[in-house]
């Protein structure tokens, strides 16, 4: 198993642009979700999803939007790049709905300039 | 919601000592504490959890102890290595509202002294 992927590793954006962070994981979890890490901050939820179809926001969503097609992948959306959005982005899952050992992906750097 | 504080910041001890870090969570419905370990550049891993059944659960080096009362919660590491220095996070998980989730404290930079 490949547990759970992201890609890119790395991005620049310029203010104002858009893409999507991609997500995927092949242990058949209900649970995933996206975290940003800044530094001092620890993990802030983002947005999270307990099954294909259905998504909900975390903490801190404004700016981001997700979608759950299938049950490997959880994409995550950056409509329009503000510098304060500059992080490392960490998707997870997890076998339970947000209980149980959540598995991190190896994260995004995205800088925003 | 939830929100959990983390202490300390950081913390630096001998190798061979104990290390001990404190969590404290608001949510007395919150039922699930994990902890996890970030080396470097690296992503966050388990470690240790405990749920709120429990008042303590021990893995090797590695304890964890939970007091519900008091809603607070402690990682101790006994006879600290070198390999032990990382940033370590407590975690509460909460279900309710709508919302269900892991919140995360602010972290603690163990540094293990030769």
């Known amino acids: 198993n490949a547990g759970v992927t992201q890609t890119p590793k790395f991005q620049v954006l310029k203010t104002g642009q858009s893409m999507t962070l991609q997500c995927a994981q092949d242990?058949?979890?209900?649970?995933m979700s996206w975290y940003r890490q800044d530094p001092g901050m620890g993990l802030r939820l983002i947005h999270y999803?307990?099954?294909?179809?259905?998504?909900d926001q975390g903490e801190v969503p404004n700016g981001y939007n997700v979608s759950r097609s299938t049950t490997e992948d959880f994409p995550l959306r950056l409509l329009s790049a503000a510098p304060s959005q500059t992080s490392v982005y960490f998707c997870?899952?997890?076998?339970?709905?947000?209980?149980?050992?959540?598995?991190f992906g190896p994260g995004t750097r995205l800088t925003v300039t | 919601g939830e929100n959990v504080e983390q202490h300390p910041s950081t913390l630096s001890v001998q190798e061979g000592d104990s290390a001990v870090i404190k969590c404290t969570y608001s949510?007395?419905?919150?039922?699930?504490f994990p902890w996890y370990k970030q080396e470097l550049g690296k992503r966050p891993q388990l470690i240790i959890d405990i749920r709120s059944n429990v008042g303590e659960k021990k893995d090797q080096r590695i304890a964890v102890t939970l007091n519900k009362t008091a809603k607070h919660f402690s990682l101790h590491i006994t006879e600290t290595q070198p390999e032990d220095s990382a940033v370590y996070f407590c975690a509460a998980h909460y279900s309710g509202g709508g919302a269900d989730g892991l919140t995360f404290g602010k972290g603690t930079h163990l540094i293990i002294q030769p």
């Open positions: 242990m058949n979890h209900e649970y």
């Open positions: 997870a899952s997890t076998k339970l709905a947000g209980e149980g050992e959540q598995y």
């Open positions: 999803s307990v099954g294909a179809g259905i998504t």
């Open positions: 949510d007395s419905a919150s039922n699930y």
